[in-house]
Structure formats: structure tokens, C-alpha cells
């Protein structure tokens, strides 16, 4: 990538904008190909998830992401290049099709903001198996054309734009410097298709599936047999619940409300871009890769929440002593330590894990950091984490050959990655859990417990019929009484 100075285009206006595009169609005649404009610009204070859902447009790719106790959120929508890919190399081929991307791409703009210059928007699937049933490819990512970042007080809007030989440059210019204008004065207000509605209009929904309890808690049987039998030491099951709703869901009102549950959690919101929106509040983070520092964390082991201080505390001591809990959360933490060894980084764990207490669940959580090496790029870490056996199990290899059957479903986006990555190759990704698959009156949701030697069946149940409460309540808190859910 190019990265050239906003004064060489004069003022931070329409004829800057004008001139930095004539640049870029004259590279674009050199070389023979489209360059790839971005222009980056700090805007007065704004609310990506608000802007995002005043111009929702169901069949446009988006990417929404944001930690609300940390005051980070990030908003991007409607691709202007696009990539899919699977197999086992899909990791390598997205950072190739970055590559490739950014070798034609010229920046420019004030880069002391967040989320400065082209970003990359993935998401992947659990499997690298393009599954017959699954209608998600396991690798996508996008640059968007436009978008909006907030980190605390600092706010960035940024724009791509494919400049071609041929472009109408005056028209372009036109069009990017009034986007930035009414990103500098946003109303918020909806669309003429009215993509803002009110969700209470919803009379009521409907479980497409019945959520088997004794199919799931057979399958736990049946992995404990297989754990004390040798073939894997933990492997995490996961169920589903299909619901549908008399009118369509609208998945950013749904997030919103997610996000304001559970504000220790990231939210996030990928548009598929037929309709289809992959929306959650995960407590996990796979790798994040910031300043040439790694951080990733193992979560495995969970309790509830107590009606009060007293009762959540007894819980906490409770999750701590358990044996059942710390040999889960040991195999999560030395399989993340000794990947990280695999690739040439060395792992510091923390001596002992903490309790992370959520609105209604507490885990276990061991962060864990690393510093980077030369060359190092985001999605190399993915490649060595994904997935960790708090969403797979350990051995790696043999739990996952017994995924499909014991849980009787294509897994899709479900506890697959949600992120971004910028031009450097630094970034963060997401494990896809606490989420729903959203597409216009029907619903699938998604939720797993680990099983290791000492777990219960029934206690492991209970355990994802808590996790699945959560989405439900997301999903419907504005609706009224649900209609003939399994409890």
C-alpha cells in the first residue's frame, strides 16, 4: 500500500479529494488495473452501531463490532472488493487476496485516528470443509466502502473507492466528500424502506425443532465413553435451536439489545449479504495483534450467577475448587501455549485463572501474551489457534473427527471467527459463540459446553439451556411472552 500525505492534495476538502483521484486513475493507467483509493477522516462524535442501522441494507456484506466497557466499536458496510475461499488454506489465501489487494492501493488521510486506512472484514466457519449443508463459505472477507470507528473519544470515518482508468472522477470526489459530510452531522434517522423498526410488533415465535434434551445429553454419554476409553480428553458439544417469528427479525435491533445485556462481551454482527446476518455477544477472543503484541486468553470452565454478592462469591469459590473445571481450563490454556511454541512465540500465561463474571454466567480465564516476530500477520495466528478446545476439544484431531455425529448438525459460522485486520496485518478475531443465525423470520440459535472426565450430562445441559436463555432473551425481550419454547 501507498501511503501518501493529505497536503500533497491541498485542502481537506472536495478538490483534495478531486486531485488525490486523479493520482490514483494515473497509477491506474501505469499499471494497467484498478488502484483501490482509501481516505481517512476524523469526524466529531458518532455511533457506529446507530449509523449502521439507519442504513442497514439486508443484501449489502457488513461488519460490526464492539466491546462497550472499553468504549471500541467499529462499523463497515458494502464491499467494494470481495473475496471467498476454503480448505485447509483458506487463512493463507485471505492474506494473499490481502496482499494482492493492497499492492494496488493508494491511502491517504490523518492517520492518528482509530481504524486508519483499508481494513479487512472475515469471517470463517468452524470447519475448513466446505459442508454440503452449509450455505457460508468457509472463508470470506471484504473491504467496505465506507466506515466508521470510535476508540473512547476519537472518531474516523474512511472511505474506499475502486478508481479505474475510465472512473468519472468529479462525480466520485462529489459523492465520497458528501458521505463525509453527513458523517460530520449524522441524524440517524431511517430509510425510506423503513429498515428501523419496532421490534414490539412481533406477536410471536415459534420453535421450528424441538431442542432434543435426550439426544444431547446421550451424545455426552456417548463422548465420555470415548474420553475414558482414550480416544480424546475433552471435546465440546454444541446444540442448536431453530426458532421462527410471524414477523421478520430485525438483527441489529437484536444486537443492540445484546450489547447492552452483556457489555463485558464483543458484540458483533456479520451481514452475509442474502438476508442472512451472524450476530452474538462473545465473551472470547481468539488472538488480537496490536503494536507487535499478541494477546489471546483461554475461557473454559462456567458456573452461574447468584441472586446477590453473597451467592455469586460462593459460586466463584465454588468454579475455582472444582477439579472437573480446572482440567477443562488446562487443556484450553497449554494447547493455546503450545501452539504459540509451534510458530516461534513464547506464551506467558497467567500463573493462575481468574473469574470473568458475566451478566448471567461466570467463567474461568487465563489471559495469555505474546510478543510478535517479524513478518508476523494476524490470520498466521489464526491459522495455529483455530480452534482451541474451548470451542473443539483436545487431542484436536480426534475430537473434531467426532463433532458432526455426536451433534447431529453443520456447525456453519457457529464458534468459527468473526474479525478484522488492517493493512499492517494487525487486527482481532472473535470466536463465534453466544450467537444466532438470523435470516428473516427464522432464527438459529447456537450454544455448547466442554465435556471432559467428571462431567455430567445433565449438568451440561443445564449449562447450554442457560447460554441459549441468554439468546432467547436477546432475541425477544420486546416481544412478549414466548409461544411453546422448550424449557
Known amino acids: 500500500m501507498q501511503q501518501l500525505p493529505i497536503?500533497?492534495?491541498?485542502?481537506?476538502?472536495?478538490?483534495?479529494l478531486l486531485a488525490f483521484f486523479k493520482h490514483c486513475q494515473?497509477?491506474?493507467?501505469?499499471?494497467?488495473?484498478?488502484?483501490?483509493?482509501?481516505?481517512?477522516?476524523?469526524?466529531?462524535?458518532?455511533?457506529?452501531?446507530?449509523?449502521?442501522?439507519?442504513?442497514?441494507?439486508?443484501?449489502?456484506?457488513?461488519?460490526?463490532?464492539?466491546?462497550?466497557?472499553?468504549?471500541?466499536?467499529?462499523?463497515?458496510?458494502?464491499?467494494?472488493?470481495?473475496?471467498?475461499?476454503?480448505?485447509?488454506g483458506r487463512f493463507a489465501e485471505v492474506k494473499s487476496f490481502a496482499a494482492q489487494t493492497l499492492a494496488n492501493t493508494l491511502a491517504t488521510g490523518e492517520w492518528d485516528v482509530p481504524a486508519a486506512g483499508p481494513s479487512f472484514y472475515c469471517a470463517f466457519t468452524f470447519s475448513?470443509?466446505?459442508?454440503?449443508?452449509?450455505?457460508?463459505?468457509?472463508?470470506?472477507?471484504?473491504?467496505?466502502?465506507?466506515?466508521?470507528?470510535?476508540?473512547?473519544?476519537?472518531?474516523?470515518?474512511?472511505?474506499?473507492?475502486?478508481?479505474?482508468?475510465?472512473?468519472?472522477?468529479?462525480?466520485?470526489?462529489?459523492?465520497?466528500?458528501?458521505?463525509?459530510?453527513r458523517f460530520g452531522a449524522f441524524d440517524y434517522g431511517g430509510d425510506s424502506n423503513g429498515t428501523l423498526t419496532d421490534d414490539s410488533q412481533r406477536r410471536q415465535f415459534k420453535p421450528l425443532a424441538t431442542s432434543d434434551s435426550s439426544h444431547y445429553r446421550q451424545a455426552v454419554k456417548q463422548a465420555l465413553a470415548a474420553?475414558?476409553?482414550?480416544?480424546?480428553?475433552?471435546?465440546?458439544?454444541?446444540?442448536r435451536l431453530r426458532l421462527r417469528a410471524d414477523i421478520a427479525w430485525q438483527p441489529l435491533d437484536t444486537l443492540s439489545r445484546l450489547r447492552e445485556?452483556?457489555?463485558?462481551?464483543?458484540?458483533?454482527?456479520?451481514?452475509?449479504?442474502?438476508?442472512?446476518?451472524f450476530i452474538g455477544a462473545s465473551p472470547e477472543s481468539l488472538v488480537s495483534y496490536h503494536n507487535g503484541e499478541v494477546e489471546t486468553e483461554a475461557i473454559a470452565g462456567s458456573i452461574g450467577r447468584g441472586a446477590n454478592a453473597l451467592e455469586d462469591a460462593q459460586l466463584?469459590?465454588?468454579?475455582?475448587?472444582?477439579?472437573?473445571?480446572?482440567?477443562?481450563?488446562?487443556?484450553?490454556?497449554?494447547?493455546?501455549?503450545?501452539?504459540?511454541?509451534?510458530?516461534?512465540?513464547?506464551?506467558?500465561?497467567?500463573?493462575?485463572?481468574?473469574?470473568?463474571?458475566?451478566?448471567?454466567?461466570?467463567h474461568l480465564v487465563t489471559p495469555i501474551r505474546a510478543r510478535g516476530r517479524s513478518g508476523l500477520h494476524l490470520l498466521d495466528l489464526a491459522q495455529t489457534l483455530h480452534p482451541t478446545p474451548a470451542v473443539g476439544g483436545t487431542p484436536r484431531a480426534a475430537a473434531l473427527a467426532h463433532l458432526r455425529?455426536?451433534?447431529?448438525?453443520?456447525?456453519?459460522?457457529?464458534?468459527?471467527?468473526?474479525?478484522?485486520?488492517?493493512?499492517?496485518?494487525?487486527?482481532?478475531?472473535?470466536?463465534?459463540?453466544?450467537?444466532?443465525?438470523?435470516?428473516?423470520?427464522d432464527a438459529e440459535l447456537y450454544a455448547g459446553a466442554g465435556i471432559v472426565e467428571g462431567s455430567s450430562p445433565e449438568l451440561e445441559w443445564q449449562e447450554t439451556e442457560m447460554k441459549l436463555r441468554a439468546l432467547r432473551e436477546g432475541l425477544t425481550a420486546s416481544v412478549g411472552q414466548p409461544v411453546g419454547l422448550p424449557s
Do not use: M
Not at 174 to 180: D, L
Open 405 to 441: 455425529q455426536l451433534e447431529g448438525f453443520e456447525r456453519g459460522l457457529y464458534s468459527g471467527l468473526v474479525g478484522r485486520f488492517d493493512a499492517n496485518g494487525e487486527g482481532s478475531l472473535l470466536v463465534g459463540i453466544r450467537s444466532a443465525l438470523i435470516e428473516g423470520c
Open 227 to 239: 474420553i475414558r476409553c482414550g480416544t480424546f480428553e475433552k471435546i465440546v458439544l454444541a446444540r
Open 26 to 88: 494515473s497509477v491506474a493507467r501505469e499499471r494497467g488495473r484498478p488502484q483501490l483509493a482509501s481516505i481517512t477522516l476524523r469526524v466529531p462524535h458518532i455511533a457506529p452501531l446507530a449509523v449502521l442501522q439507519s442504513i442497514y441494507a439486508p443484501h449489502e456484506l457488513h461488519c460490526y463490532i464492539e466491546r462497550t466497557a472499553s468504549e471500541e466499536a467499529i462499523a463497515g458496510a458494502d464491499a467494494v472488493v470481495e473475496g471467498c475461499f476454503s480448505g485447509h
Open 128 to 181: 475448513d470443509d466446505p459442508a454440503v449443508h452449509c450455505a457460508d463459505p468457509p472463508a470470506r472477507v471484504f473491504v467496505p466502502r465506507w466506515q466508521v470507528a470510535r476508540h473512547g473519544a476519537d472518531f474516523s470515518a474512511v472511505a474506499n473507492v475502486l478508481v479505474a482508468a475510465d472512473a468519472p472522477l468529479a462525480l466520485l470526489a462529489n459523492r465520497v466528500w458528501s458521505a463525509y459530510q
Open 7 to 16: 497536503a500533497d492534495f491541498g485542502k481537506r476538502d472536495v478538490s483534495g
Open 261 to 277: 445485556r452483556f457489555p463485558g462481551c464483543h458484540a458483533f454482527s456479520f451481514g452475509l449479504g442474502n438476508g442472512r446476518s
Open 316 to 362: 466463584a469459590h465454588q468454579l475455582l475448587a472444582s477439579g472437573k473445571d480446572a482440567r477443562e481450563h488446562a487443556c484450553v490454556r497449554d494447547s493455546i501455549l503450545r501452539r504459540l511454541t509451534a510458530i516461534g512465540l513464547q506464551g506467558q500465561a497467567a500463573s493462575a485463572p481468574q473469574v470473568l463474571a458475566l451478566a448471567n454466567i461466570q
